[in-house]
């Protein structure tokens, strides 16, 4: 291919079936997300919240600042890997990823690493970068879940199980050395299997350079204040329907340990499990099933769905700078 070729001459090569593949995929994912909030959003009774609308509001407002804040660290990443790209680019580029944030582990938000490779970053660049974000979100996690460690024992083993598994493979991150394993695997006969397990090790080496200790830390910082911010969401929104049952500590740890739950149940979104765990743990501070349910679904439309359509949103909008880039790159 060269220089001077059209970016419309390089999709008329691609064949059709995979062009239609894709297109379908994306249809029925979207579809997908379409029917899980039509579940969701149907057993929605906001008669108990008219009369606290602007507890509501003040909560959607926290999961846009937890938003916010992991944009900061996102570009604090970039930085790292060499790159100081605009503000406005970073975040929608960020953002996107959220459209795919109901796949298994959300490991579909790297379809966001197709957005730098223009700019020169890699795609096991990305990749390391997103493997440390979901590790430290879910070391967040467990530390605002600590905050109600010993009223919650039927929960302790999905903590220590949480932190068995950041602490591990944080540990092989910073031990292995994963360049050499990828220059070792690079001289090998290269069958399908042994170019994943390559690209693996490539997404490893690039993720060591996020453990230094004043980006790790940093890192972490943010990921706390981003996730207690949703969780101090939780708080308000219960104030609603019973006003000062609830705890901030209390609701930082239901929150975080339905979101640990979720994650490690490797279901989309961690959808039913993170719902079920909720409205379970709220029945255990004092709530009504009725009541535990409402809050549940509108903690889940305040965070999970509202990040998905601002997803949609993002990749929507980057549709015009994605194209400017290809056509600048093949002038």
Not at 270 to 281: I, N
Request: proline residues 4%.
């Amino acid at each position: 291919m060269t220089q001077n070729a059209s970016p419309d001459a390089m999709a008329s090569q691609v064949p059709a079936w995979r062009r239609a593949l894709i297109y379908g995929l994306l249809a029925l994912f979207a579809g997908w997300c379409a029917l899980a909030f039509r579940r969701d959003i149907a057993q929605i009774d906001l008669t108990p919240l008219k009369s606290g609308w602007m507890a509501v509001v003040a909560a959607g407002a926290l999961s846009l600042w937890n938003y916010v804040l992991r944009v900061v660290r996102w570009r604090l990443y970039l930085k790292q890997l060499g790159h100081v790209l605009p503000w406005r680019f970073v975040s929608l580029t960020f953002m996107s990823g959220f459209a795919f944030t109901l796949s298994p582990g959300k490991v579909g938000e790297v379809v966001r690493g197709r957005y730098y490779l223009p700019h020169g970053i890699s795609l096991a660049s990305v990749t390391g970068a997103f493997f440390v974000e979901r590790l430290l979100d879910l070391l967040a996690m467990i530390v605002l879940a600590s905050a109600v460690l010993a009223e919650l024992h039927q929960y302790q083993f999905f903590l220590w199980a949480a932190l068995a598994l950041v602490g591990g493979l944080l540990a092989g991150v910073a031990l292995v050395p994963w360049q050499d394993v990828s220059a070792r695997l690079a001289r090998q006969p290269h069958g399908a299997l042994l170019k994943l397990v390559q690209k693996v090790a490539n997404m490893l080496a690039s993720a060591r350079q996020f453990l230094s200790p004043g980006v790790l830390l940093m890192g972490l910082a943010l990921g706390l204040a981003a996730w207690a911010a949703e969780a101090i969401g939780l708080k308000l929104v219960a104030d609603v329907v019973v006003p000062d049952l609830m705890s901030i500590p209390a609701a930082m740890g239901v929150y975080s340990i339905a979101i640990i739950v979720g994650a490690l149940s490797f279901l989309p979104g961690g959808l039913g499990s993170t719902e079920t765990v909720m409205a379970a743990l709220l029945v255990t501070h004092g709530y009504s099933t009725p009541q535990a349910i409402l809050l549940t679904l509108v903690c889940r439309l305040l965070t999970l769905w509202l990040a998905v359509l601002i997803g949609w949103v993002c990749v929507w909008l980057l549709r015009d700078e994605n194209n400017k880039a290809v056509q600048a790159r093949y002038v």
